[in-house]
C-alpha cells in the first residue's frame, strides 16, 4: 500500500504542469481585453510557440507567466505555485526561475558582454554586493562558459553596442543560461533579426531546451521558425486560444485560419 502511494504521489508530482493558467483573464487599464479566460497547462521540457496575428494577444499572454503584466482575474502557476499571489522574496525567487528574451534583447549598451551575461546572477545576490560588483569567481566562469556555449566567447570584454543584433541576442541567450531558470519566456525573439541569424537564435533556444531541459515559450511571427522548432503549437486569435496542439498534428490550413481566416485585430 505505501509503495502504491509512493509511485501515485511520484507519478502525480511527474504529471505537474511547470505553468498552468486557470481562467486568467487581462484587462488594460483604457478597457482593452488583452487575454480572455485562458485555460492552459505547459509541461517541464516542452518548447511551446505561439503564433496569432499581431494584436491577438501572444505578448500580452507570454507577460503575464512573469508578472510583467498582471493579470485582473484567474490564477498563474508556476511549478504548482501561484506567482499571482505572490509578494516580495516569494515572488523574486519565483521569478529567478523565469529567464525571459527580448525582441530588442534589452542589454545594457554601454557594459561590455561579460557584465550583461552576470547580470543573469543579479537574483542569486542581496542587492549591496552587485552595487559593488562582487560577483564570484565561480559565477565569473558560468558566465564564460555561458558564452562558450552560444560562441560568444571571444567577445566577452567588447561592449554591447559594438556587437549585431544576432550578437546582442545571442548574449542576451548567454544571460539567460547564466540565471539558469526552468522557464524561458522569449518574446519576438529573432523579429529584428535576418533569416539567417534567426534560425542560429533559435537553434540556441533548442540548444537550451534539449542540453539543460528548460521549458521555452516563445512568440514567433514566423511559421516557417515556428514549425522547424516547436514541438506545440497554441493558436491565439482575440485574447483567446483558438488552437492548442502537437506540432507534427499540425497541418498548415491550421496555420491559414490563423492568420487568415480570423477575427484577428489589426488585419481584419
Ligand atoms: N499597455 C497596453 N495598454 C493597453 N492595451 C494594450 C497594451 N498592450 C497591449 N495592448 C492591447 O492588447 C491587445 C493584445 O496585444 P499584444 O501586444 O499582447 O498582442 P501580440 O499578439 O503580442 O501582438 P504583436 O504580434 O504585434 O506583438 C492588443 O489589442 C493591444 O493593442
Redesign the pocket.
Known amino acids: 500500500m505505501i509503495r502504491q502511494n509512493f509511485f501515485k504521489e511520484l507519478y502525480s508530482m511527474a504529471e505537474q504542469p511547470m505553468i498552468e493558467m486557470k481562467n486568467v483573464t487581462k484587462v ?3 478597457g ?1 481585453v ?1 487575454l480572455k479566460n485562458i485555460n492552459l497547462k505547459i509541461n517541464k521540457g516542452e518548447f511551446i510557440v505561439i503564433v ?10 507570454l507577460r503575464s507567466i512573469n508578472r510583467l503584466h498582471d493579470i485582473s482575474e484567474g490564477d498563474i502557476l508556476i511549478d504548482g505555485e501561484s506567482i499571482t499571489k505572490a509578494k516580495g522574496k516569494n515572488l523574486r525567487l519565483m521569478r529567478r526561475k523565469i529567464g525571459m528574451i527580448f525582441q530588442s534583447f534589452n542589454l545594457v549598451k554601454r557594459s561590455s558582454v561579460l557584465r550583461n551575461v552576470l547580470a543573469g546572477r543579479l537574483a542569486y545576490y542581496p542587492t549591496w554586493k552587485t552595487t559593488f560588483n562582487l560577483f564570484t569567481n565561480e559565477d565569473k566562469q558560468r558566465a564564460y562558459e555561458a558564452l562558450q556555449s552560444v560562441d560568444m566567447a571571444e567577445k566577452v570584454y567588447s561592449r554591447a553596442d559594438e556587437l549585431s543584433g544576432g550578437q546582442q541576442q545571442r548574449v542576451a541567450i548567454a544571460r539567460v543560461l547564466t540565471q539558469n531558470p526552468e522557464i524561458i519566456l522569449a518574446d ?1 525573439p529573432t523579429a529584428s533579426l535576418d533569416p539567417k541569424t534567426s534560425h542560429q537564435v533559435m537553434e540556441d533556444l533548442r540548444m537550451l531546451n534539449e542540453k539543460y531541459n528548460m521549458t521555452v515559450v516563445a ?1 514567433l ?1 514566423s511559421i516557417e521558425l515556428a514549425k522547424e522548432f516547436g514541438h506545440r503549437v497554441i493558436g ?1 486569435r482575440a ?1 483567446e486560444i483558438v488552437y492548442d496542439g502537437k506540432m507534427e498534428d499540425t497541418p498548415q490550413s491550421v496555420f491559414d485560419s490563423i492568420y487568415n481566416g480570423g477575427t484577428g ?1 489589426e488585419e481584419d
Open positions: 488594460y487599464d483604457n482593452t488583452g496569432g496575428l499581431s494584436g491577438a494577444g501572444k505578448s500580452t499572454l519576438e512568440n511571427h491565439v485574447g485585430k
